[in-house]
């Protein structure tokens, strides 16, 4: 069976180095046999990814930034565990989407990091999600997702 860093490697992924807080709390938690993560911005190797979906972002440029979420948590599970095979399961996602009042595919937006965790880790990449939408994000960024998962 593969791995989860093999996984990466068999979809073209290079995870960057973990983003750093930008304000009072820690990038990750771990509690018991729980690892939190905090909310992970759009962010990819050209920078921030910012701007609001329904006004001038479309959908599929929102689930590439939902997608670079999903890269930037698993960089931060990563840096927490050493080896991603320690993750047993991605219990939870909770997605923030910059989002125009009338742009209503907010969980589609979000599939894009839902997407990657399954293609990453499997069955175990399955998680329960919530998915919001928000009038603005920290940094202009169009996706925030954080993520809760199970260790072992």
Same mark, same amino acid.
């Given at each position: 069976?593969?791995?989860?860093?093999? %996984?990466?490697?068999?979809?073209?992924?290079?995870?960057?180095?973990?983003?750093?807080?930008?304000?009072?709390?820690?990038?990750?938690?771990?509690?018991? $046999?729980?690892?939190?993560?905090?909310?992970?911005?759009?962010?990819?190797?050209?920078?921030?990814?910012?701007?609001?979906?329904?006004?001038?972002?479309?959908?599929?440029?929102?689930?590439? !930034?939902?997608?670079?979420?999903?890269?930037?948590?698993?960089?931060?599970? =990563?840096?927490?565990?050493?080896?991603?095979? =320690?993750? =047993? %399961?991605? /219990? =939870?996602?909770?997605?923030?989407?910059?989002?125009? &009042?009338?742009?209503?595919?907010?969980?589609? /937006?979000?599939?894009?990091?839902?997407?990657?965790?399954?293609?990453?880790?499997?069955? !175990?990449?399955?998680?329960?999600? $919530?998915?919001?939408?928000? &009038?603005?994000?920290?940094?202009?960024?169009?996706?925030?997702?954080?993520?809760?998962?199970?260790?072992?």
């Amino acid at each position: 069976m593969s791995t989860p860093e093999s %996984r990466l490697t068999e979809l073209g992924i290079t995870l960057p180095q973990p983003m750093a807080a930008v304000a009072n709390y820690v990038p990750f938690v771990i509690s018991g $046999s729980q690892l939190y993560v905090s909310g992970q911005v759009s962010a990819g190797p050209d920078g921030l990814v910012k701007g609001r979906l329904g006004e001038d972002m479309t959908l599929e440029q929102g689930q590439a !930034a939902a997608r670079l979420c999903g890269i930037n948590l698993i960089a931060q599970c =990563k840096a927490a565990l050493g080896d991603l095979s =320690k993750l =047993k %399961r991605v /219990v =939870k996602l909770g997605g923030f989407v910059n989002a125009h &009042p009338d742009f209503e595919q907010i969980p589609q /937006v979000i599939n894009g990091c839902s997407d990657l965790m399954v293609d990453v880790f499997g069955e !175990a990449g399955r998680h329960a999600r $919530s998915a919001v939408a928000s &009038p603005v994000l920290p940094l202009g960024v169009a996706v925030e997702v954080d993520g809760v998962f199970e260790i072992g």
